[in-house]
Nanobody, 117 residues
Framework: QVQLVESGGGLVQAGESLRLSCVAS????????MGWYRQAPGKQRESVAV?????????ADSVKGRFTISRHNAKNTVTVYLQMNSLKPEDTASYYC?????????WGQGTQVTASS
């Protein structure tokens, strides 16, 4: 099992920045991919950014150049970050951390990001 705890959402003005964090604990040795997804009201959940255990990253076209995903490995935890710069109103959504292991995939509880115009 892997446990996920997200933090960092909030309300900002368009153009400002936020950083999301997701701390994974438990069977972290089994983690292959970590990522962030988002879901706006009335829309499907979409991938924002992912990072592999080898450090390769992939971003949605809508966030390239503005968002950066990174991860930090500690002894008993792995933390994945999403640095979000130049936020736009269309980035407003609930953001979910996702972890894919060799057995299963896990979702965080979600954190709300609101960028007002």
């Amino acid at each position: 099992q892997v446990q996920l705890v997200e933090s960092g959402g909030g309300l900002v003005q368009a153009g400002e920045s936020l950083r999301l964090s997701c701390v994974a604990s438990g069977r972290i040795f089994s983690i292959n991919v970590m990522g962030w997804y988002r879901q706006a009201p009335g829309k499907q959940r979409e991938s924002v950014a992912v990072i592999t255990s080898g450090g390769s990253t992939n971003y949605a076209d809508s966030v390239k150049g503005r968002f950066t995903i990174s991860r930090h490995n500690a002894k008993n935890t792995v933390t994945v970050y999403l640095q979000m710069n130049s936020l736009k109103p269309e980035d407003t959504a609930s953001y979910y951390c996702n972890v894919v292991t060799i057995w299963n995939d896990y979702w965080g509880q979600g954190t709300q990001v609101t960028a007002s115009s």
